[in-house]
């Protein structure tokens, strides 16, 4: 299944969910607990009913040349992503094994599935090309936990022409390929204050036209003008990041993109290394 026709579907269950939870209520106001309840219940039935659809859907042989095609049905289909582990799964902490996973014990992961978006670091955007292309046959999924500074790496190759899941290893933050930028935007996520002091003087910004739906407005802003023009997401506490192919070392400029799933959401920021401190030099919401 191609991800257009995937996200087609997605977009279809998300508008059953929206519907689902927005006929009359009366004039009687719900309590927040009961609100939260609903929300919590309405997000499980979107999951799984969008889960089911996947699973109905073969995924052709056409998906595997492209590892976002794959990935998306990967994260979707449970009968597919058992399929396509290589078991007993090794996983590695700190360079070492730690243990095998076997079949058995394999808890289906949906990865960032059931939230409204992904996220990816790009050294630069030449990077982007690889997303599309089918000569990639190495990719690391990652999960970056901010709170135990812990980057969980999936490690998918294509082999035979298919792509495979063959280890998980988790490794500190400190060491990770995007290191010093990781550790500079935990703090830049939760800290408002902070974000402001690492903008450059001038910072390019587009954003939606607020008397046209259709048009952006494209501009320059300084630090103290960001709490008015700040993006509505940033992304906190648990991020992914998807790398295609392989990297050599840390670059002095980051891409940092947030991209809905079913909802046309896109969002980017521009980050520059000047010395030993990252700043925003430029950001699209």
């Known amino acids: 299944m191609k991800k257009c026709a995937l996200f087609f579907l997605m977009a279809i269950v998300v508008s059953m969910g929206v519907v689902s939870t927005s006929g009359c209520q009366g004039s009687k106001v719900k309590d927040v607990d009961s609100v939260m309840t609903d929300s919590v219940t309405t997000d499980t039935v979107v999951a799984d009913t969008l889960e089911r659809m996947i699973e ?11 590892f976002d ?15 396509r582990i290589k078991f007993p799964l090794p996983v590695y902490r700190d360079g070492k094994e730690e243990k095998h996973i076997a079949k058995k014990d394999w808890k289906v992961d949906h990865f960032f599935m059931r939230q409204e978006y992904y996220t990816l670091i790009l050294d ?11 000569a990639v046959s190495h990719v690391v999924v990652e999960k970056v936990f901010f709170d135990t500074e812990t980057v969980k790496q999936y490690l998918f190759d294509r082999v035979q022409g298919l792509w495979m899941l063959n280890a998980i290893r988790f490794e500190p933050i400190g060491r990770n390929y995007n290191a010093s930028f990781l550790e500079f935007y935990d703090r830049f996520s939760t800290d408002s204050l902070f974000q402001i002091e690492s903008m450059a003087e001038e910072v390019t910004f587009t954003a939606p036209d607020p008397d046209d739906d259709f048009n952006t407005i494209t501009g320059t802003i300084e630090p103290e003008q960001w709490p008015a023009f700040r993006p509505e997401l940033i992304p906190s506490g648990v991020i992914y990041n998807i790398r295609y192919g392989k990297h050599r070392g ?12 079913a909802n046309g959401l896109e969002m980017e920021m521009v980050f520059r290394k000047a010395g030993h401190e990252w700043k925003l030099v430029k950001f699209d919401s």
């Open 56 to 66: 109905e859907q073969p995924m052709p042989k056409a998906a595997d040349e492209l």
């Open 69 to 83: 095609d794959f990935f998306f049905n990967f994260a979707g289909n449970r009968k597919l992503q058992v399929k």
């Open 124 to 134: 630069n955007r030449k990077q982007l090309e690889l997303v599309k292309d089918t």
């Open 250 to 261: 840390e670059s002095a400029g980051k891409i940092f993109m947030v991209r809905g799933i």
